[in-house]
């Protein structure tokens, strides 16, 4: 394609590789490079058997203006002991910023087995949405109460 980055062609070959790092930041590049002509491809990798690839596809559709994100694979990604993906689903979920919070409230909402690791990104969201979130959130889970308690602390507000 005339007028395309050198280094396209590469990437999107790279989303073929068995190494997930290639496959993952291949994924992530192309989403920066605003490539939508990899948008199909990175559609069928959101579905990938790697979480660190599939989350990495996820944010380069979002990044697109596509709405492939898979929030409950994503936000499980954050629990991982795998500290790679856990660093790579933050990331990609603070970027995504406000557009996430409704989405990460009504997982709240739903009890998710994740609630404190959606807690601590809503914090680390840190907009007025997502304050407003976590302070409207109630809980009788004494962690989770904890865990908000703290946050407010952090942000030199009362409970």
């Given at each position: 394609m005339p007028g395309e980055p050198r280094q396209l062609?590469?990437?999107?070959?790279?989303?073929?590789?068995?190494d997930r790092h290639r496959r993952a930041t291949a994924?992530?590049?192309?989403?920066?490079?605003?490539?939508?002509?990899s948008l199909d491809r990175l559609r069928e990798l959101t579905s990938d058997a790697d979480d660190l690839v599939a989350i990495a596809a996820m944010f380069a559709t979002w990044r697109l203006g596509d709405g492939g994100v898979d929030m409950e694979r994503m936000i499980a990604a954050t629990a991982s002991d795998d500290?790679?993906?856990?660093?790579?689903?933050?990331?990609?979920?603070?970027?995504?910023?406000d557009s996430v919070v409704p989405r990460l409230e009504g997982l709240l909402e739903s009890q998710s087995p994740y609630a404190k690791n959606i807690l601590r990104v809503l914090a680390d969201i840190g907009s007025a949405t997502s304050r407003k979130t976590i302070t409207r959130f109630e809980t009788e889970d004494p962690e989770l109460k904890s865990t908000i308690r703290a946050l407010l602390e952090d942000w030199g507000e009362d409970e």
């Open positions: 062609p590469e990437l999107r070959a790279a989303l073929g590789s068995r994924a992530i590049e192309l989403g920066q490079h605003g490539d939508r002509q500290e790679e993906l856990v660093q790579e689903s933050v990331f990609a979920l603070c970027e995504m910023g």
